[in-house]
């Protein structure tokens, strides 16, 4: 391990590209301590309860949102743009078109997204400043414009510190933005259990249950993200001239999670939007509808493993487009053996993909409640892993590994996994 570090630094290019991006976690780290101006924080602290929205919020800006500072909306109105434009590409044929384009179409695509975070980034803001206007010194329509604006230009800048760690570092920068504002929580979250052993509230036992317990599920967790289902693939040999293509064998990867944490995110933020909607409305009823779907009540997790398993589904079937794979595997010369191509290629490709969909519906499921398990089995409360968190850190930390993996390769020196 040592030695393919040092592999890694031998390599001028890739030591760069690493520094780089370690610059750009720093900026991004010193701009959630820059607060917003005009705003009181401490009445802001006290909206980020567990089991509303602000706090999924703050999970993804890195303790950013309950400061209030210049980053607190983070990189979400971007995740959220990317979002509508993927799910969009199956009804608008100009978007369908951009994506078969290639690099072209994805410089389109790339250019619309980032209208659509500032569009969107634009009209959050102004819902959070005007919900949040309790906090306001001066609740004027001004103050509010000018919070709205502040906000805005620090989701922009995080954008484009993004963009800037894919191009000059060692990629997959949005996505390490979002990485580097959970990691930052952990010695949070690890300070909290030494004051629970100082205090006595809870013992060693507890804290190395825990232990075992969050490595098994990171274990657990890498083995379902790295699954797959090898679907073998014939290609017949075709003649083109002087050359023959074709005549050799491979396999179709359809992978268990297909979804990604993108269904955690989706049944969450429903879940947690009518109890954040009656922090501000003063009427009994709703408040006591409210305390049904509190976080952790039987009833919220039924419901929210029936929303995980749905939008499981329903974003497997939006992103994956079967009959178009078939069609193309028809038009390539290849062939599922024992299958005709087309129809029958397509109906069986339907059934694996909804098969092992639903192992990744269930994985998922069982990874978001885990917080809930976890606090039940150690008596630990406060300290939050699991869920939503666990699989970006995860999912975000093997791309990242496989990204130096294959720089590190590029230069012929020995891997940086094994």
Known sequence: MLSALSNVFRITELRDKILFTLAMFVVFRAGTHIPVPGVNATVIEQLFNNGNLFGLLDL????????????????????????????????VPTLERWSKEGEEGRKKIGKLTRYGTIVLGFIQALGMAFGLRQAINNPTIPSILLIALTLTAGTAFL???????????????????????????????????????????????????FAIIATAMIVFVIAISQGIRKVPVQYAKRVVGRKTYGGHSTHLPLKVNQAGVIP?????????????????????????????????????????????????????????????????????????????????????????????????????ALIAVMPNLIVWITSIQGVYFGGTALLIIVGVALDTMKQIESLVLMRHYEGFMK
Do not use: H
Request: charged share 10%.
């Open 60 to 91: 993804f800006a890195g303790g950013a949102l309950s400061k209030f500072s210049i980053f607190a909306m983070s990189i979400t109105p971007y995740i959220n743009a990317s979002i509508i434009l993927q799910l969009l590409n199956v009804v």
């Open 159 to 209: 954008m484009w510190i993004g963009e800037q760690i894919t191009q000059k570092g060692i990629g997959n920068g949005i996505s390490l933005i979002i990485f580097a504002g959970i990691v930052s929580r952990l010695p949070d979250g690890v300070f909290t259990i030494y004051q629970y052993l100082v205090a006595g509230t809870v013992s060693i036992l507890n804290v190395i249950l």
């Open 264 to 364: 955690v995110i989706f049944a969450s933020s429903v879940l947690m939007f009518p109890v954040t909607i009656a922090q501000f409305i003063n009427i009994p009823w709703v408040k006591t509808v409210a305390d049904w779907f509190a976080w952790g009540t039987p009833l919220q997790t039924t419901i929210y493993v029936i929303l995980i398993i749905f939008f499981t589904y329903f974003y497997t079937a939006v992103t994956m487009n079967i009959p178009d794979m078939a069609e193309n595997m028809k038009k390539q010369g290849g062939f599922i053996p024992g299958l005709r191509p087309g129809k029958p290629t397509a109906e069986y490709l339907d059934r694996i993909l909804t098969r092992i969909t639903l192992s990744g519906a269930v994985f998922l």
